[in-house]
């Protein structure tokens, strides 16, 4: 590992004046994933600004009948949470799904949304990869990409996002609260992250020095019927191969609303909007659901050997759609 | 490098760590606490597992010079002086160990994980995530998952731990 200065940011402003003074600073949050990638020549920051004391680890319900998430709170509390487990079932089962309990009580909220992917040629510097090394080429395009991208990636990236709880985020249309050189503002999920392009190496839209310092869930009372579906090659501790998070507001019958976000099949968590907007008002039953699933991945361009995550993406959102739905 | 003042099973020690120096490291290589192994080193193993201010952590991925005011509790600090830790105990009664390398991450482990469970935490097979959470097989199975065990003690280690549970 590269040698590297460690400081202790005591708040906010501090943390970003360290990072805007010293351009091979990065953030440290819980190093699950940080620490991994140093250890692999992958990450190679001089300055490492340790940011766990800086931030709130509160979860606390916000004015506008949502909840506050500090960006240091932990996988672990966020998962515990008696108003997540209520009110955002879905969250509560996404951040379970990740991982394993040791990292869960690691990992920070903050830290969660800025991990990187796990394609593995992006993990080992031996290999071109246009991600940690912009212009090297991407070899999972005629490689390993069982497990990379089907939808929204490009001819320099097929890297998907690993996180659970990111996808759940998405669904909800959590905002991020972030402190930069410019001071604060609020970035809304989806929205944080983007697709590759032609700078796969920029995973969200946020600019040096940016600290995240707080996930906001809105008040959403039909989340209280929401659900997770992680698919993955072993029963625990394996990223996702897909993933849907789904919040179902059904009377009658008929859909009112419905938040929907995939996991594991893109850049980003990504959003089924027009699934959403032709479930809105449509009957509760499997063959609509069905068709919102197929309209929603007739824009998805598999590559050879993950074809499959197509039809067993849209098996998962039927699925799950159909058992909130009864 | 950096001065500071580890408090490990009660004890304090004083040390001068490299900042790039995992806790799994500093246990091993400087204050001769061997109990932690190191399998993987990636995070993936857990046989490195410890407590940190009591739960339960991969030592491999925390920076020692992170945990200046941290309790830190390794499989060394379980034993009540010469009398086992309950799981210590049910581990033997139940054969719960081949090679015993990554026994004292499952020790750890399942230390942190029984005071999880007694706090109420859900685990993603938990049917309802609002319920209080039954220790069951497949849970225990579920909420140890990042401890592997290459001899496959897996069967008698899940009995050892639903003793406990129960």
Known sequence: MKPFDYQRAADTRSAVAALSRQPEAMYLGGGTNLVDLMRLGVATPAVLVDVTRATSEAIEESSGGGLLIGAAARNSDLAAHPVVRHRYPMLAQAVLAGASGQIRNMATVGGNLLQRTRCSYFQDIAKPCNKHRPGSGCPAREGDHRNLAIIGHSSSCVATHPSDMAVALAALGASVHVEGVEGTRTVPMPGLHRLPGDEPERDTVLEPGDLITAVELPALPYASRSRYRKVRDRASFAFAVVSVAVALDEADGVVRDCRIALGGVAHVPWRATLAESALRGAPATAEEFTRAADLELAGARPLPDNAFKVPLVRNVLVRVLSELAS | ?166
Not at chain 2, 25 to 52: I, M, N, P, S, W
Not at chain 2, 112 to 140: F, H, K, N, Q, R
Request: hydrophobic share 40%; charged share 25%; net charge negative.
């Open chain 2, 1 to 166: 490098m950096t001065d500071m003042l580890l408090s490990i099973n009660g004890d304090e020690y004083p040390v001068v760590v490299d900042t790039r120096e995992t806790l799994l490291d500093t246990l091993r290589e400087r204050l001769d606490l061997t109990g932690a192994k190191k399998g993987c080193d990636h995070g993936q193993c857990g046989a490195c597992t410890v407590l940190v201010d009591g739960r339960r952590v991969k030592s491999c991925l925390t920076l020692t010079v992170t945990l200046d005011d941290r309790e830190i509790t390794t499989v060394e600090g379980l034993a009540d002086g010469d009398r086992p830790h309950p799981l210590q105990a049910a581990f033997i009664a139940h054969d719960a160990f081949q090679c015993g390398y990554c026994t004292p991450g499952q020790l750890c482990s399942a230390v942190g994980m029984l005071a999880e469970a007694a706090a109420g935490w859900p685990s993603v097979v938990t049917e309802d995530v609002c319920a209080e959470p039954v220790l069951d097989e497949e849970e225990i199975r579920e909420r140890m998952s990042g401890n592997l065990c290459r001899c496959g003690a897996y069967v008698n280690i899940v009995a050892a731990i639903g003793e406990v549970a129960r």
